[in-house]
């Protein structure tokens, strides 16, 4: 599992999502003791992560 550092600058954003995809990652964030929001971000990073590789390699 990730871990999101604490201390980082934020801003609030509100996005909506399919309720079963909320189900499911409220699920996983109690399983793993993170909070909903930890596991939004790491998500995020990991699929930005992978697009920016995947990207540079088609660059190539």
């Known amino acids: 599992m990730f871990k999101i550092p604490k201390g980082y600058e934020s801003i ?12 499911k990652l ?3 964030s109690t399983k793993n003791s993170i909070s909903l929001n930890q596991l939004v971000i790491a998500c995020i990073e990991f699929a930005l992560r992978n697009t920016e590789e995947e990207h540079s390699a088609k660059s190539e």
């Open 12 to 23: 609030t954003k509100t996005i909506r999502m399919p309720k079963p995809m909320a189900q």
């Open 26 to 28: 409220e699920l996983l």
